[in-house]
Nanobody, 122 residues
Framework: QLQASGGGLVQAGGSLRLSCAAS????????MAWFRQAPGKEREFVAG???????YYSDSVKGRFTISRDEAKNTMYLEMNSLKPEETAVYYC??????????????????WGRGTLVTVSS
């Protein structure tokens, strides 16, 4: 089970940190990612981290967002800086266990959190 939190209202150029707490299973051979879905748009990949800690980013957020995880807390984070109004969306965390590979395809992930709304005002 995944629980995303940390969303809210922020001005353009501001920062937010999202958290995704995983319960039920420990972090082992797990791939995790953040996706976002804006109104009227498809859910898109934002950032991910594989079982060994390799990080992946979409081109649009590279250099501004940082994904990380704390295995002791079974929690993944997304630090978002220099936010833009067009990044207003519901942000979802996702995971897949028992894998040593990684995919940016949303259909590849098995577990999803309920999402947290990020609103960036201009």
């Amino acid at each position: 089970q995944l629980q995303a939190s940390g969303g809210g209202l922020v001005q353009a150029g501001g920062s937010l940190r999202l958290s995704c707490a995983a319960s039920g299973r420990a972090f082992s051979n797990i791939a995790m990612a953040w996706f976002r879905q804006a109104p009227g748009k498809e859910r898109e990949f934002v950032a991910g981290i594989n079982w060994s800690g390799i990080r992946y980013y979409s081109d649009s957020v590279k250099g501004r967002f940082t994904i990380s995880r704390d295995e002791a807390k079974n929690t993944m984070y997304l630090e978002m800086n220099s936010l833009k109004p067009e990044e207003t969306a519901v942000y979802y965390c996702a995971s897949k266990y028992g894998t040593t590979v990684f995919s940016r395809d949303r259909n590849w992930f098995r577990y999803w959190g309920r999402g947290t709304l990020v609103t960036v005002s201009s």
